[in-house]
């Protein structure tokens, strides 16, 4: 596809249970992101690929998230024992070469409930 | 963890007024971006800045980048309802990736 693509666009889960996201970047792109967006706030850092390799993994808040890329084009961001306050809108994005004054495209979203 | 700062929240104005957004924070960045947001969507990028006291336009916007590279600001001249959206300020830090700012939500009314 031309752009960033999500899968799925809506996830409904109950507390506890484990939840994939999936992130298809725009093919050629090095570097991917992830972010979380609560409702009319900014989105928030998860963590940042260069290749396969997490650049930057500070963001993710615990250790019940976890990022892989083994490929360096997929990437799968996964959440364990899933609470409430895990709910929002995951964000990726991806970028040709990762640097500063690059542009990221982002796709629409997966948005996650946790019951 | 860099913290951006914006102001206002949130911004009702009627169509043709002009308006600024302010991005603000304690850290230095080496470039900012603005993005804006759509229900549903991602954010898009509209501008990125990269040398201090750099002024950008694009059409009506107006964007400048702090001497200091700490703060940027947006301005709309004669703003419109298609500029409603959700706007987003976000620095790049030492590691190449992005945070965001905590947005400004306009509402351009006609």
């Known amino acids: 596809g031309a752009g960033v693509s999500q899968t799925p666009s809506n996830k409904v889960t109950e507390k506890g249970k484990y939840v994939e996201l999936r992130c298809d970047p725009i093919s050629g792109h090095t570097a991917l992101y992830w972010y979380r967006q609560s409702l009319g706030q900014g989105p928030e850092f998860l963590i940042y690929?260069?290749?396969?390799?997490?650049?930057?993994d500070s963001g993710l808040p615990n250790d019940r998230f976890f990022a892989v890329r083994p490929e360096g084009s997929v990437s799968t961001l996964k959440i364990q024992r899933t609470e409430r306050g895990d709910s929002a809108v995951y964000l990726c994005a991806s970028s040709l070469d990762g640097l500063y004054t690059g542009e990221l495209f982002f796709g629409e979203g997966s948005r996650l409930t946790v019951l | 963890t860099q913290l951006l700062e914006q102001s206002p929240q949130f911004l009702s104005i009627q169509e043709g007024e002009n308006l600024t957004v302010y991005c603000n924070s304690s850290?230095?960045?080496?470039?900012l971006q603005w993005y804006r947001q759509e229900p549903g969507e991602g954010p898009v990028l509209l501008v990125t800045v990269v040398t201090g006291g750099e002024v950008k336009k694009l059409k009506r916007l107006t964007f400048q980048f702090g001497d200091a590279r700490k703060d940027s600001s947006l301005h709309i001249t004669a703003a419109q309802p298609g500029d409603t959206g959700l706007y987003l300020c976000?620095?790049?830090?030492?590691?190449?990736?992005?945070?965001f700012g905590t947005g400004t939500r306009l509402t351009v009314i006609p």
């Open positions: 690929f260069q290749g396969t390799g997490a650049a930057d």
């Open positions: 850290s230095v960045f080496s470039s």
């Open positions: 976000a620095g790049a830090g030492g590691a190449n990736n992005l945070f």
